[in-house]
């Protein structure tokens, strides 16, 4: 079973930048679409950003796109997330997120970690 662990989480002011940082376990790291789910208080768990296998296509929420870059390390099994221009709304707890396919949708994530919390002020 994959094991996901979820670093840097923080407080930042609106308009600044975070990256965060997913190190997952096992060696069929590479064979799976990898992804960021967010849950913000008193709302359901929402998809945020996917890559595919190799990293050659991304996917973004209409919230999220222009701001935030997903990317994957398969050489260290990483994932990353680039959170630029961040805004309040932002403000969640991160999830990294893991498919059973090589290309996945925002639906298609069935493995997550313990997340990360994010909190941007205003």
């Known amino acids: 079973q994959v094991q996901l662990v979820e670093s840097g989480g923080g407080l930042v002011q609106a308009g600044g930048s975070l990256r965060l940082s997913c190190v997952a376990s096992?060696?069929?790291?590479?064979?799976?679409?990898m992804g960021w789910l967010r849950q913000a208080p008193g709302k359901e768990r929402e998809f945020v950003a996917a890559?595919?296998?190799?990293?050659?296509?991304?996917y973004y929420a209409d919230s999220v796109n222009g701001r935030f870059t997903i990317s994957r390390d398969n050489v260290n099994n990483m994932v990353y997330l680039q959170m630029n221009s961040l805004e309040p709304e932002d403000t969640a707890v991160y999830y990294c997120?893991?498919?059973?396919?090589?290309?996945?949708?925002?639906?298609?994530?069935?493995?997550w970690g313990q997340g990360t919390q994010v909190t941007v002020s205003s």
């Open positions: 890559i595919n296998w190799n990293g050659d296509t991304t």
């Open positions: 997120a893991k498919a059973d396919y090589k290309s996945a949708g925002p639906r298609e994530f069935n493995y």
């Open positions: 096992g060696r069929t790291f590479s064979n799976y679409a």
